[in-house]
């Protein structure tokens, strides 16, 4: 899918490898560890040996809810959910491309760059998601 404006929610999260969106991370050259949002000191190690990395795009569905209430400018209702990334994080994210009855816990699920909402101007703002993986197949 195709940005045309290239707007997003955190513009420092997101850079371009090849054709694809990448969310970005820092890790820890000591102790491994990786940091989503990004950090500029590893709060573990107090050390600010971090290296920008790109996160997995693909991860596990770790928990989700349907939720009525929220930002203004949100079109509700939505799902939000935790994703259960390789990097041993837990991304809060929205969650697209299904309904929430078709939504198991462990399921895989993939990110995919979609519009967030609308600035004041009208222009689309995007950011991340994830949506469930399609089985071979699947329509979509
Ligand atoms: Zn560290």
């Not at 209702?77 to 969650?95: A, H, N, R, S, W």
């Not at 939504?103 to 995007?126: F, H, T, Y």
Request: proline share 6%; net charge negative.
């Amino acid at each position: 899918m195709t940005i045309n404006n290239e707007k997003f929610i955190e513009e420092r999260w997101f850079k371009k490898q090849g054709d694809e969106w990448s969310l970005m991370a820092t890790r820890c050259i000591d102790c491994n560890k990786v940091f989503f949002p990004p950090k500029t000191v590893c709060p573990r190690c107090f050390d600010g040996k971090l290296e920008e990395v790109p996160l997995s795009k693909k991860g596990i569905l770790y928990t989700y809810a349907l939720s009525v209430m929220g930002p203004t400018d949100l079109t509700k209702p939505f799902i939000m959910g935790f994703i259960d990334l390789p990097e041993q994080i837990k991304l809060y994210t929205l969650i697209t491309g299904c309904q929430y009855e078709d939504l198991k816990v462990d399921m895989p699920m993939e990110m995919v760059i979609e519009e967030i909402k609308k600035d004041s101007d009208g222009n689309s703002i995007a950011g991340y998601k994830f949506r469930p993986v399609k089985k071979e197949g699947e329509q979509s």
